[in-house]
């Protein structure tokens, strides 16, 4: 077995390399050829729960599971609030084959994700860009937004100032070619612009529908459990949405637990799983004044993936630890 740490992941597993693995990964997942039970969660402590989430893919041949504890507090003591591992076990005898650190991957990931939906989604001369969150996340998402739309223009907006604007600095030292600005209003953040991404941990919707204009596109992903929700109705009823995995949309999607419960819509609402229009099979954009939304809830098939990629890159450049059992 291989184990690979947080230091290698960062360096083996660029964000352009990210997407096209995450986009490839999801196109078997549209096909229905991959495993992939719901994720599971149980609490450990106030606020804090332990996830678990297996699977089987077919492209590249091999299973695992990611253990992630999720600690909502953790980024205020320097620390992701996703940490854990992800083992991959190999076909043929039923070997683990690596170990890897999960906070990172599934980070890295699920911005992945979503710059591959905009680069399909969105409209191609989208250089205007909203950031919901200033956590991890919001991090991950700039540089995959940036690595698929011509970006010019950021506005990072979070309930805390401080943060935002911390976040922005940053951000500008990183890509001094862009012009970027922080504050704590979610309505003007998002005032006109080509695409918006939201990434916090909020229980309860921090962006309006009336805020939307037409032509966005929406990368709506902090909120992964059904008790919680980052959208409000009207942003669900103004767009056209495609998801990750329907069966994870169906189930644990805040907005749509909130909104079928309440007769508002019904499952049937959806365009369809985002691996579908990769691979041409569904439609995407239909045209530039169209909203469009990808919701991303996170599957096991892109942990998958990407680890097995960086098992590869790995080993081919002689990183990471080798032990035997």
């Known amino acids: 077995m291989k184990i690979i740490s947080n230091d290698d992941v960062a360096q083996l597993l660029p964000m352009a390399e990210a997407i096209d693995v995450v986009e490839t990964a999801m196109i078997s997942v549209a096909k229905g050829t991959e495993t992939l039970p719901l994720r599971s969660a149980i609490p450990v402590g106030g606020h804090n729960k332990m996830g678990i989430m297996p699977g089987a893919i077919t492209e590249p041949g091999c299973f695992g599971v990611k253990l992630v504890s999720l600690f909502p507090q953790n980024p205020e003591k320097g620390l992701s609030s996703h940490r854990g591992a992800i083992v991959l076990f190999e076909r043929k005898t039923g070997g683990a084959i690596a170990m890897m650190d999960a906070g990172l991957l599934t980070a890295l990931r699920t911005a992945a994700a979503s710059g591959a939906a905009t680069r399909a989604l969105s409209n191609q001369h989208s250089t205007s860009l909203a950031i919901i969150g200033t956590g991890e996340q919001a991090e991950h998402h ?63 919707p921090i962006l309006k529908g009336e805020w939307i204009t037409a032509g966005t596109h929406l990368n709506v992903v902090g909120s992964s459990i059904p008790t919680m929700r980052e959208v409000d109705d009207a942003a669900v009823l103004k767009a056209d949405i495609w998801v990750d995995y329907f069966p994870s949309w169906e189930a644990q999607a805040g907005e749509i637990v909130d909104m079928v419960a309440a007769g508002i819509i ?53 990183l990471g630890q080798d032990v035997k059992f």
């Open 142 to 204: 700039l540089d995959a937004m940036i690595a698929v739309r011509p970006i010019q223009n950021v506005r990072i907006a979070g309930r805390s100032p401080e943060k935002a604007a911390r976040f922005s600095e940053h951000a500008s030292q990183k890509y001094p070619d862009i012009a970027f600005s922080s504050g704590t209003d979610v309505a003007a953040a998002v005032k006109e612009v080509d695409i918006i991404c939201t990434v916090t941990a909020s229980p309860t």
């Open 266 to 318: 019904s499952t049937d609402y959806l365009q369809g799983e985002i691996g579908a229009v990769y691979s041409g099979d569904l439609a995407g954009r239909a045209d530039e004044s169209q909203i469009t939304f990808y919701r991303s809830l996170g599957i096991a098939a892109q942990d998958l993936a990407t680890a097995h990629y960086v098992l590869d890159k790995a080993i081919q450049k002689g």
